[in-house]
């Protein structure tokens, strides 16, 4: 049976990318780090690493053993977590990632809401866009995540509650004059568009096909701020989901609802029984999702 500690070793070389950094990282002796590395090697009869200069590098057969040592570590430490909260010892620690705009809409409301319902616990926040705080969940290295979808596909091994139904809008200057959403959307075939991530573009190209055109895309940018302030000089037009909207909301621009939607989740790995702390972050963001209030 492999060792976790040596998994732990491998995993932080792997992320650090020397073994005296990740001796830095666990707290241990270069020399312990070498010796759970060659023990390693050893027990799984495979190189693992190559030593390249002074430094070293992962073989083919380490990164893959490291990448599913995170996941093992991450099981490991949820297991230990689900025995702490069997007796009553869990600390009340939450490591959350939120992408900016459930941040900036979501996080805030929820912690106030946690300084009475459950004022011992603890939050460290993250940002992160979903892709990247799946990842997150998946080494174990955050405890929640609060992610969005523009399907209904849930990840294997992840526990996903969606909170929020998001409405996404078309941004448009304050001068030009209102429209429904179909009439607004063909109204902007030779307009040039702001897009934002590769995900949320998608959706922008799928609804102007829906309205018989391939936008012409010429910023790109996941800031909606900037986003807001680039249409609001006149000659661009781009789509935002409300929590952005909600945010902030430039004077300069005008928004209309179209018949598209994306679903906020709140997303943990493994399945329940949580820790109570996790259960309370939870319950506070599903909360604070019921509160925010939509662009009109």
Request: proline share 6%.
């Amino acid at each position: 049976m492999l060792d976790l500690r040596r998994l732990q070793a491998l995993v932080a070389v792997a992320r650090t990318g020397s073994v005296s950094a990740a001796a830095d990282e666990l707290h241990y002796g270069q020399p312990t780090i070498s010796h759970h590395l060659r023990r390693l090697e050893a027990e799984t009869h495979t190189v693992l690493l190559q030593r390249v200069g002074r430094g070293v590098r992962l073989t083919a057969e380490g990164i893959a053993l490291a990448r599913r040592a995170e996941e093992i570590l991450a099981l490991s430490r949820r297991a230990e977590e689900e025995l702490q909260l069997a007796a009553g010892l869990r600390a009340g620690r939450v490591r959350l990632a939120a992408f900016p705009s459930a941040a900036a809409t979501l996080v805030p409301p929820a912690l106030a809401g946690l300084r009475d319902s459950a004022p011992g616990v603890a939050i460290e926040l993250v940002e992160a866009e979903p892709p990247d705080a799946i990842e997150l969940l998946r080494a174990g290295r955050i405890d929640l995540a609060i992610t969005f979808t523009y399907d209904d596909t849930d990840a294997e091994l992840l526990s996903v509650e969606t909170v929020l139904t998001d409405h996404l809008y078309l941004v448009e200057p304050v001068a030009e004059r209102p429209r429904t959403a179909g009439r607004a959307l063909r109204a902007h075939r030779h307009t040039a568009w702001v897009a934002g991530c590769e995900r949320c573009r998608a959706q922008l190209v799928e609804l102007c096909a829906a309205s018989g055109y391939e936008p012409e895309i010429s910023f790109a940018t996941d800031d909606y701020l900037a986003v807001q302030a680039l249409v609001a000089q006149g000659s661009l037009v781009s789509i935002l989901p409300g929590l952005a909207l909600a945010v902030h909301r430039h004077p300069g621009v005008r928004v209309t609802r179209l018949p598209a939607t994306r679903q906020v989740q709140v997303v943990t790995y493994g399945a329940p029984p949580r820790p109570r702390a996790v259960d309370a972050v939870a319950d506070a963001i599903v909360a604070a999702a019921r509160d925010v209030t939509m662009p009109r």
